[in-house]
């Protein structure tokens, strides 16, 4: 009868047992049997905290919550209510006789571990050898977990020695944790062998080490231990299924991912909610757009509309296919939107270019602070400023990252990389400086993601001794590491050092990409090296195995182009295996210019004037070298070629970096506050490039335009 009340008609109950808990309060554990019962069933029956107050409150009064078991049952529910402070307060007031029953130190480990307080409850074990109590097989999962969350490879290594002195070498739930254990560290070879030696193994323990396997990206591992598994006749379940479908997932096998989910529902295996996220991660990474929504499919089907996390998923993977509105309609449908789901939308816009919008979700997540405990997370941040970056919009990418840091967010990896990158391009040397500080003092400069950023920064910047340095000290530098050193030597003209940096690389076994050889040839192009140019463009066919792309050809053009080689340059335009695009038009029609060649110029122009391409320089360059012959019909029938085709010129622009701001200048901009400051440090450099040997060719600033959309500072120099 009393197990069938309600809480609120069981705690008046309770109160009947007042005189009976009073008799025993000398000695709690000799309370009787039925009456442990009856108050375990009224704690069970608690849906409320303010329920279990009351109930707790009656115990202390009594003195029953003294009692082993029931202390042990109030630490659980403070624990299922998120309140690990409350079962701490019960665990201390647990006398020392109480102690030695394993359960009230097992339910106040189970309440740290399962809330992620895993230090905490190493040292409430610690605690508990050291009294004299020794744990049980509910004892060492837990602490095995909470060290493997840690990641230490060395209290792990104890434990396990640990849990065999304490005879649970056999033991089925210990060494299943111990199996999860070396999953997370990394290390299968143990885990193997473990499992090898077990004598009895559970469907838990299989699936284990698949989910091991996959932990690691290791598809092979995974697929091995699956086959084995059918092959000691075991049914593989539906959780076994989406740990092999995770391990190809994540080892970027998408083609075998959809083939194993062919094959679970050719089967009919029961297809999970976690199996269907899975693969809608694959199909977020793959250029099929249907097999997505195929998957969006199975989901209504499966009744799985509902869960977050495939939703999420879902956003996800209609963002990386550009597919914006179908992600924004899933978006607004889910009620309790969660940091995930924010994070997919402002990243699919962010991914697709329209940082804009990508900006605006971001505004609107912060303004939604008051009403949802959702705030913009280093995911956000990083998301909004990588788009940014990527459109070319520098400064609003390191506006933002101030803001960021006025936020107290911390930057990871991938916001670094992204401010590095616009350093580089906004050549910002002391915010580089800066940001590799932060890199420093908060232990991510031997991230291979930043070292190389911080690599591309320092060369681009011209800090070449610095970016050396960097580059030295990057544990498994990889191809872009070396790739950066070979660019950014590359475009401030030092060849010679660009093709040793490249002997280099390949005598530490490093074989160079196409990118390679991009910088390569366009080093070689800026000072003039054309038989290193041409030797370089024939090793990368024969011996790389390199098939030369669009802009290998562009930079061989401009290698020869630049050379005066205008005949051998054109041979190569007209021997081309593929369609020249504008920059290879371009490149020649520069060469052109540079050397007054008319003859190849109308050749040139007949193509450049069937372009369909958005890029106006060539354009402009065609235009600029009519006018320069005179040919003033000719420069304006290309002009208005260009603007019938809706062309529009972008502003060329300069910046500098001045007391951590970047000023930029640009053709139709009025003119920055301090013009004559300019001046005079234009005049400077104008006394020190004299000093340094360099001929002025005619007035250092000749000419200052002004009008009412633009000033000009044109300044012409030559070097001997």
Same mark, same amino acid.
């Given at each position: 009868?009393?197990?069938?009340?309600?809480?609120?008609?069981?705690?008046?109950?309770?109160?009947?047992?007042?005189?009976?808990?009073?008799?025993?309060?000398?000695?709690?554990?000799?309370?009787?049997?039925?009456?442990?019962?009856?108050?375990?069933?009224?704690?069970?029956?608690?849906?409320?905290?303010?329920?279990?107050?009351?109930?707790?409150?009656?115990?202390?009064?009594?003195?029953?919550?003294?009692?082993?078991?029931?202390?042990?049952?109030?630490?659980?529910?403070?624990?299922?209510?998120?309140?690990?402070?409350?079962?701490?307060?019960?665990?201390?007031?647990?006398?020392? $006789?109480?102690?030695?029953?394993?359960?009230?130190?097992?339910?106040?480990?189970?309440?740290?571990?399962?809330? !992620?307080?895993?230090?905490?409850?190493?040292?409430? @074990?610690?605690?508990?050898?050291?009294?004299?109590?020794?744990?049980?097989?509910?004892?060492?999962?837990?602490?095995?977990?909470?060290?493997?969350?840690?990641?230490?490879?060395?209290?792990?290594?104890?434990?396990?020695?640990?849990?065999?002195?304490?005879?649970?070498?056999?033991?089925?739930?210990?060494?299943?944790?111990?199996?999860?254990?070396?999953?997370?560290?990394?290390? *299968?070879?143990?885990?193997?062998?473990?499992?090898?030696?077990?004598?009895?193994?559970?469907?838990?323990?299989?699936?284990?080490?698949?989910?091991?396997?996959?932990?690691?990206?290791?598809?092979?591992?995974?697929?091995?231990? +699956?086959?084995?598994?059918?092959?000691?006749?075991?049914?593989?379940?539906?959780?076994?299924?989406?740990?092999?479908?995770?391990?190809?997932?994540? !080892?970027?096998?998408?083609?075998?991912?959809?083939?194993?989910?062919?094959?679970?529902?050719?089967?009919?295996?029961?297809?999970? =909610?976690?199996?269907?996220?899975?693969?809608?991660?694959?199909?977020?990474?793959?250029?099929?757009?249907?097999?997505?929504?195929?998957?969006?499919?199975?989901?209504?089907?499966?009744?799985?509309?509902?869960?977050?996390?495939?939703?999420?998923?879902?956003?996800?993977?209609?963002?990386?296919?550009?597919?914006?509105?179908?992600?924004?309609?899933?978006?607004?449908?889910?009620?309790?939107?969660?940091?995930?789901?924010?994070?997919?939308?402002?990243?699919?816009?962010?991914?697709?270019?329209?940082?804009?919008?990508?900006?605006?979700?971001?505004?609107?997540?912060?303004?939604?602070?008051?009403?949802?405990?959702?705030?913009?997370?280093?995911?956000?941040?990083?998301?909004?400023?990588?788009?940014?970056?990527?459109?070319?919009?520098?400064?609003?990418?390191?506006?933002?990252?101030?803001?960021?840091?006025?936020?107290?967010? *911390?930057?990871?990896?991938?916001?670094?990389?992204?401010?590095?990158?616009?350093?580089?391009?906004?050549?910002?040397?002391?915010?580089?400086?800066?940001?590799?500080?932060?890199? /420093?003092?908060?232990?991510?400069?031997?991230?291979?993601?930043?070292?190389?950023?911080?690599?591309?920064?320092?060369?681009?910047?011209?800090?070449?001794? $610095?970016?050396?340095?960097?580059?030295?000290?990057?544990?498994?530098?990889?191809?872009?590491?070396?790739?950066?050193?070979?660019?950014?030597?590359? *475009?401030?003209?030092?060849?010679?050092?660009?093709?040793?940096?490249?002997?280099? *690389?390949?005598?530490?076994?490093?074989?160079?990409?196409?990118?390679?050889?991009?910088?390569?040839?366009?080093?070689?192009?800026?000072?003039?090296?054309?038989?290193?140019?041409?030797?370089?463009?024939?090793?990368?066919?024969?011996?790389?195995?390199?098939?030369?792309?669009?802009?290998?050809?562009?930079?061989? /053009?401009?290698?020869?182009?630049?050379?005066?080689?205008?005949? $051998?340059?054109?041979?190569?335009?007209?021997?081309?295996?593929?369609?020249?695009?504008?920059? /290879?038009?371009?490149?020649?029609?520069?060469?052109?210019?540079?050397?007054?060649?008319?003859?190849?110029?109308?050749?040139?122009?007949?193509?450049?004037?069937?372009?369909?391409?958005?890029?106006?320089?060539?354009?402009?360059?065609?235009?600029?070298?009519?006018? =320069?012959?005179?040919?003033?019909?000719?420069?304006?029938?290309?002009?208005?070629?260009?603007?019938?085709?809706? +062309?529009?010129?972008?502003?060329?622009?300069?910046?500098?970096?001045?007391?951590?701001? /970047?000023?930029?200048?640009?053709?139709?901009?009025?003119?920055?506050?301090?013009?004559?400051?300019? @001046?005079?440090?234009?005049?400077?450099?104008?006394?020190?490039?004299?000093? $340094?040997?360099?001929?002025?060719?005619?007035?250092?600033?000749?000419?200052?335009?002004?009008?009412?959309?633009?000033?000009?500072?044109? =300044?012409?120099?030559?070097?001997?």
């Amino acid at each position: 009868m009393l197990n069938a009340a309600s809480p609120e008609r069981l705690l008046s109950l309770s109160s009947r047992f007042q005189p009976i808990f009073l008799i025993f309060s000398r000695s709690f554990c000799h309370v009787h049997n039925d009456l442990v019962d009856s108050l375990d069933a009224l704690l069970q029956r608690c849906f409320t905290l303010q329920q279990v107050r009351q109930l707790h409150s009656q115990l202390v009064v009594t003195t029953a919550h003294r009692s082993p078991f029931l202390a042990a049952r109030l630490i659980a529910i403070y624990s299922r209510f998120g309140f690990v402070s409350d079962a701490q307060k019960v665990f201390d007031a647990v006398p020392i $006789e109480g102690l030695q029953h394993i359960l009230s130190w097992n339910s106040i480990i189970r309440a740290n571990v399962s809330h !992620g307080y895993y230090e905490y409850a190493l040292q409430l @074990y610690v605690e508990m050898l050291k009294l004299g109590f020794l744990p049980d097989g509910f004892t060492l999962p837990l602490i095995i977990r909470a060290s493997s969350c840690l990641a230490t490879s060395t209290l792990c290594r104890i434990l396990h020695s640990h849990a065999l002195q304490l005879g649970f070498r056999n033991h089925l739930h210990v060494v299943n944790e111990l199996l999860g254990m070396y999953g997370k560290l990394g290390r *299968m070879g143990d885990a193997c062998q473990l499992f090898d030696g077990m004598v009895v193994r559970s469907l838990v323990s299989w699936n284990t080490m698949v989910s091991g396997y996959a932990f690691n990206h290791d598809a092979l591992g995974a697929s091995r231990i +699956f086959k084995r598994m059918e092959l000691e006749g075991l049914q593989p379940n539906s959780v076994t299924w989406t740990s092999l479908l995770s391990s190809h997932a994540r !080892g970027g096998l998408y083609d075998e991912t959809l083939e194993l989910f062919k094959v679970m529902r050719t089967r009919r295996i029961e297809i999970s =909610a976690e199996a269907l996220a899975v693969v809608l991660s694959v199909c977020a990474d793959m250029t099929q757009v249907d097999w997505g929504r195929e998957i969006h499919g199975c989901v209504i089907k499966g009744g799985y509309e509902d869960y977050l996390f495939v939703r999420n998923a879902l956003i996800g993977t209609y963002g990386k296919h550009q597919q914006l509105g179908d992600a924004h309609k899933i978006f607004l449908d889910i009620k309790n939107k969660n940091l995930v789901s924010w994070n997919a939308l402002i990243s699919s816009y962010a991914e697709s270019g329209l940082c804009d919008e990508a900006y605006a979700v971001f505004l609107q997540m912060q303004k939604s602070d008051g009403h949802s405990p959702v705030t913009p997370n280093v995911i956000s941040w990083s998301a909004v400023i990588g788009g940014f970056a990527s459109k070319g919009h520098g400064e609003k990418s390191l506006e933002l990252f101030r803001q960021m840091q006025l936020a107290n967010v *911390m930057a990871n990896c991938v916001t670094m990389s992204s401010v590095l990158s616009v350093c580089a391009e906004l050549a910002a040397l002391n915010l580089g400086r800066e940001l590799h500080g932060y890199a /420093v003092r908060n232990l991510m400069d031997e991230n291979i993601l930043v070292g190389n950023g911080l690599i591309n920064m320092y060369m681009k910047c011209g800090d070449f001794k $610095e970016g050396h340095l960097v580059f030295d000290n990057i544990r498994g530098r990889d191809l872009i590491s070396w790739n950066s050193l070979i660019g950014g030597y590359g *475009m401030h003209g030092l060849g010679e050092n660009a093709l040793r940096t490249f002997d280099e *690389m390949i005598r530490a076994g490093m074989k160079p990409d196409n990118i390679t050889f991009v910088a390569l040839l366009s080093a070689c192009s800026h000072a003039g090296l054309v038989d290193a140019g041409r030797n370089l463009f024939a090793r990368m066919v024969t011996e790389f195995r390199i098939e030369p792309n669009i802009e290998h050809y562009a930079c061989m /053009v401009d290698l020869l182009g630049r050379a005066g080689l205008l005949k $051998e340059a054109t041979d190569v335009v007209q021997n081309m295996p593929i369609e020249p695009n504008e920059y /290879v038009w371009g490149a020649l029609l520069n060469s052109c210019r540079m050397y007054r060649d008319t003859n190849i110029v109308e050749e040139t122009a007949a193509q450049i004037l069937t372009l369909k391409s958005q890029i106006t320089g060539s354009f402009m360059l065609l235009s600029n070298i009519y006018a =320069a012959n005179g040919r003033w019909d000719d420069s304006a029938r290309v002009r208005v070629s260009a603007k019938t085709k809706g +062309f529009k010129k972008i502003p060329g622009q300069s910046w500098i970096e001045v007391r951590k701001k /970047v000023y930029t200048f640009a053709a139709g901009n009025l003119v920055h506050l301090g013009l004559d400051e300019v @001046y005079v440090i234009l005049e400077g450099l104008a006394l020190h490039m004299a000093s $340094e040997n360099y001929k002025i060719s005619s007035c250092f600033i000749q000419q200052c335009v002004y009008d009412q959309s633009e000033l000009l500072l044109v =300044a012409n120099f030559e070097a001997h």
